[in-house]
């Protein structure tokens, strides 16, 4: 079956450090996309970055960037250099070759400590 | 402005009334989407649109309709409120043209509560 699974719901960070939100994906296709969302206590959804199964590098989008391990079927989301905006939800979602669907995780809620 | 809209954002309802969120979007997209987002359910998918003459249901359909009025909007109608449909209700919008990198963008999200 076809999961994503987000294993922190909460994490503190002290300003200005690194923190790298966790996400693990189960599945047997060789081809799919995944993709972190943020969301505020505002509530809109906010794309971040997004790492196809057959890139060869890690993608960085500024201070967003993911750690991608495809045989440990992980795609972390480390962000740099904390801010106080960082705090919010961070969601993990995949999607498959073929398909329009998104499997979306539970989501992470980090908050940012002055 | 923002790409994908919203109205309205936030709602207040009663039991067995009909109501109608609406999305609009400027970026072109063909795909819109309708998902609902309770608190530790992550987000569900309700209905989605490939064009205008293609809507499909989600995995949580019962009690909602919708209607593609055109490639730029998609509502959303609760035919008949109850409570256990409040919730925070996201529009997202992609194009179907970007393969694996097909990502989806959403609108600021409707809260909804039915008393």
């Known amino acids: 079956a076809q999961k994503i699974t987000q294993t922190q719901p909460g994490m503190f960070v002290q300003e200005k450090e690194a923190v790298t939100l966790d996400c693990t994906y189960d599945t047997s296709d060789q081809s799919y996309g995944l993709f972190w969302y943020k969301q505020p206590s505002s509530g809109e959804m906010i794309f971040l970055i997004y790492q196809g199964s057959y890139d060869e590098q890690n993608a960085t989008e500024g201070r967003y960037s993911l750690n991608f391990q495809k045989a440990r079927k992980s795609a972390n989301l480390v962000i740099s250099a904390s801010q106080l905006g960082d705090s919010a939800m961070y969601f993990c979602a995949m999607k498959f070759s073929g398909t329009y669907k998104y499997i979306f995780g539970t989501g992470t809620r980090l908050k940012v400590l002055a | 402005d923002a790409d994908v809209t919203q109205t309205p954002r936030n709602r207040i309802t009663k039991t067995g009334k009909r109501i109608m969120l609406e999305c609009s979007q400027t970026k072109g997209h063909d795909r819109m989407y309708w998902y609902r987002q309770d608190p530790g359910l992550g987000l569900r998918l309700i209905y989605y649109?490939?064009?205008?003459?293609?809507?499909n249901k989600g995995e949580i359909s019962d009690g909602y309709s919708v209607s593609r009025q055109a490639q730029a909007k998609f509502s959303l109608s609760l035919e008949s409120a109850i409570p256990n449909q409040t919730a925070l209700y996201f529009c997202?919008?992609?194009?179907?043209?970007?393969?694996?990198?097909?990502?989806?963008?959403f609108g600021p999200g409707t809260r909804l509560l039915v008393l």
């Open positions: 649109s490939f064009d205008v003459k293609d809507i």
């Open positions: 997202a919008t992609s194009d179907s043209g970007q393969g694996l990198q097909e990502t989806q963008y």
